[in-house]
């Protein structure tokens, strides 16, 4: 196995919640700084136009959105702490509606109270990724009672589903919990009012501690550059080929752009398909910083349509 690179920077919280998972399972991890907003021109090259954060590498393979890069995980490293086989897709179901309906709210109360002191260019960029075209502050500032209304309602049945003890599926800490721990984590730092709103809710503080307190963080920061070397020498380890699926004509070698579903600012990734089964989409990706590497996205949440 390659070394494992998170491109990230440190108050992300989805890159959170990959340097949750790694230091969850053990696995020690290299760490690229990137930029909080574009342009990324050290990581561009990598993932041919995906501009969010975190993105891993493993030589030349290079996932994108943190659904793909904790399979990725389990996958190229074996370590199945985090997704428990017979239990994964249930996982995986319960943190894909976290990731988006609950994370998304979150995100409208952190970002409505940054209104007046967070840099303007930070403001405008997030809006349009998370809320679309149209959104305005006045907008935001109006719905935000509503927004807290439907946070807590989410939190309080996440909150009833964990008992007195162990994690959300079992037992053992899962990929669930971490979801849970990073979620509360972000509400918690970001939010003036997050400390005292995050009491109302035990279970969850009770897993945000457990997760925080089991984590062992082994990282070595990269020079980006060297993350470009590293891919530049190395060959994909990943499969080719296009499983067949009712109703979809993609086929391997076709050119095509693939972008979050969500109405979002969101450039689309442009690559010859490479690779797709139920859960995956890979392509093709060339640039002269990095030569042939191979840039993987989920399936679920995407839009994949061909340009020819
Ligand atoms: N669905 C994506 C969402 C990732 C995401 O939205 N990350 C935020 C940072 S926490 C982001 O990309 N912000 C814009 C940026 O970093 O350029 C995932 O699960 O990885």
Redesign the pocket.
Known sequence: MSDLILHHYWP????HKIRLALGLSGIPWKSVEIP???PKPLLMPLTAGY????VLQSGADVYC???NIVRALAEVTENHQLLPTERREKILAFTDWV?GTVFNLAARVVLTSALDTAPAEFIQ??GG?YFGPNWTPEGLKSQLPGVILQLAAHLHSIDSGLSGQGGLISNELSYADVTIAYLAWFIRGRWDQGPEFLQQFANIERIEREVHDVVCEAYEDLPAEDALKLAANSESQSPSGVTEQCGVALKQGMQVAIK?QAETSDQPVVGRLRYLDRFRVSIDHHAPEVGDVVVHLPVA?YQIQSCE
């Open positions: 992300s919280p989805f890159a909080r907003v574009p501009r969010r954060t975190p959105d943190t659904q990731d960029d997030r990724l979050p949440g």
